[in-house]
C-alpha cells in the first residue's frame, strides 16, 4: 500500500500552495467567493483528477486494443447544487476521440473498464455523485 | 445552481491539460507508471482538493469568530490500496495553527464545521473514504 504526503502552506488570504509530484499546485478561492484567484478552486480539482485519472486508463487500454488514437478531448461537466454541503449533482464525461478506423464498440469498452473497474477517482467520487460518460469519434 | 465545464486535451503520452478558472492545470501519470511526469498525479488532486476546500472554510469561520490567525499548515496523508479500483483507504489531515492567543476549541470548531457541514471536497470523498483530522496550535 503507497502512502501518499503532501504539506500545504497558506498563501494570502486563503490560497494554499503544495508541492506534488515535483510539481506545485495552488488552489485558492475565485474573487467572487472571498479568494484572490491564485489558483483553480478546489472543486474543480475532483473534475481534473477524474479526466487525468480516466485519462490514462483510457489511454493505457487502447494502446492494449491497438486502437490507432491519435488525439483524445475530454469535456467535463459538473453541476453544483445551492445547498451546503455544496456537492456536484451529476458529472458528465463527453471522450471525444480521434484516430485511424477506430472502432466505436472498443473505445465504448475501454471508457466503460476505466470508469467501473479501474480509476481510483471515479470509483471515490461516484460513492457521491452520479458520473455519466459518452463517447464520439471525430475526424 | 452553478455549472462547470472544463475541455481537457491530450498532451504527449497520457497527460491532460486544461483551463480552470483562468489557470492551466496538468495531469499526468509519473514515469514510474508510464507517464512523463508533466504535472501532478490525478489522484492527488483530490487532495489538493479537500486541503483547498476545508482551508477556505477554515480561514472564513476563524475570521468569522475573531481568531487571530496567522499562519495555517495543512498536512495530509492518504493511503492508496493495492487492488483495482486504487481507491484510498484512508485520508488524514492535520491542520497545524499559528496566532495569537488562538483557542484550541474554536479552532477545533472551525474545523469540524468544514468537514461535517460546509466542504463540498470532503461532503463527496467521505462517502468512500474515510477522512479524519486532528488540530494543532504552534508557536
Redesign the interface.
Known amino acids: ?10 498563501k494570502g ?4 500552495e ?1 508541492q ?4 506545485t ?1 495552488i ?4 474573487p467572487e ?3 484572490n ?1 491564485l ?15 480516466s ?2 486508463d483510457v ?2 487500454i487502447t494502446k492494449k486494443m491497438r486502437l490507432e488514437v491519435e ?12 445547498e ?6 451529476y458529472i458528465k464525461l463527453i471522450y471525444k476521440f480521434k484516430g485511424n478506423g477506430l472502432s466505436y464498440s472498443k473505445l465504448e469498452r475501454a471508457v466503460k473498464l476505466s470508469m467501473e ?9 461516484n ?3 452520479p458520473i455519466t460518460y459518452e463517447i464520439k469519434i471525430g475526424d
Do not use: Q, W
Request: aromatic fraction near 4%; include cysteine.
Open positions: 500500500m503507497k502512502k501518499t504526503n503532501i504539506n500545504a502552506e497558506l488570504n486563503m490560497a494554499f503544495m506534488i509530484d515535483g510539481h499546485v488552489t485558492d478561492a475565485t467567493n472571498g479568494g484567484g489558483g483553480p478552486s478546489p472543486k474543480a480539482l475532483l473534475l481534473a483528477g477524474l479526466i487525468g485519472c485519462g490514462i489511454m493505457t488525439d483524445v478531448n475530454v469535456e467535463v461537466e459538473a453541476e453544483t447544487r445551492d451546503d454541503p455544496k456537492i456536484y449533482n473497474k479501474y480509476c481510483g477517482v471515479a470509483a471515490m467520487l460513492k457521491a455523485v
